[in-house]
């Protein structure tokens, strides 16, 4: 089962899934070692720190800093932009799991997240971190959008995704 990002932002013909789990393992050797997990104070501190720096970094910089998938990153980035949505204040944790490694794909842990975007409207998204090399990073980073994954541990129908603030399409 692979874990994959779910970006929602965007209204189109066919869905879009990208990987989230930030991989299928490179080898089909196994490893005997057991797998570490991202425990939740490690994925709160990663989503800290993306949400400290996302005001302050292109959409570049953003992706090329702070996300393990950095194309993944850089799409759903690129779909925010599209919706002149930009990251507000930090986000809170409302709930968070473990996802377990398979043979198929790397572990983390995901953490649904509620926040606001700088024009204020509220988003529900959920946030990847996973354990490349032994360091918690985000998978795509993007934050704001109510993407998700795939397959949520968390159901299919917790996210809230924001519209467009972009001029006249901007809620009033």
């Known amino acids: 089962m692979?874990?994959?990002?779910?970006?929602?932002?965007?209204?189109?013909?066919?869905?879009?899934?990208?990987?989230?789990?930030?991989?299928?393992?490179?080898?089909?050797?196994?490893?005997?070692?057991?797998?570490?997990?991202?425990s939740e104070k490690q994925a709160i501190a990663v989503?800290?720190?993306?949400?400290?720096?996302?005001?302050?970094?292109?959409?570049a910089q953003f992706c090329q800093e702070l996300a393990y998938q950095k194309k993944a990153c850089a799409y759903v980035r690129n779909q925010a932009d599209d919706f002149c949505l930009k990251p507000g204040p930090k986000p809170r944790v409302l709930r968070s799991r473990g996802i377990r490694?398979?043979?198929?794909?790397?572990?983390?842990?995901?953490l649904e997240i509620e926040g606001k975007t700088a024009g204020g409207q509220r988003y529900v998204s959920e946030f990847f971190v996973?354990?490349?090399?032994?360091?918690?990073?985000?998978?795509?980073?993007?934050?704001?959008?109510?993407?998700?994954?795939?397959d949520s541990p968390f159901g299919e129908k917790n996210k809230v995704?924001?519209?467009?603030?972009?001029?006249?399409?901007?809620?009033?």
């Not at 996973?130 to 795939?150: N, Q």
């Not at 995704?161 to 009033?172: I, K, T, V, Y």
């Open 47 to 59: 989503l800290n720190h993306v949400a400290s720096r996302a005001p302050h970094l292109s959409a």
């Open 101 to 110: 490694a398979t043979k198929e794909s790397d572990g983390g842990r995901v």
């Open 161 to 172: 995704l924001p519209q467009s603030e972009c001029g006249g399409d901007a809620p009033h």
């Open 130 to 150: 996973v354990l490349p090399d032994g360091k918690p990073r985000a998978s795509t980073a993007v934050y704001w959008s109510g993407a998700g994954l795939g």
């Open 2 to 38: 692979r874990h994959e990002m779910r970006p929602r932002i965007m209204l189109l013909a066919t869905p879009l899934l990208l990987a989230a789990s930030a991989c299928a393992n490179s080898s089909d050797i196994a490893d005997p070692a057991p797998r570490r997990t991202v």
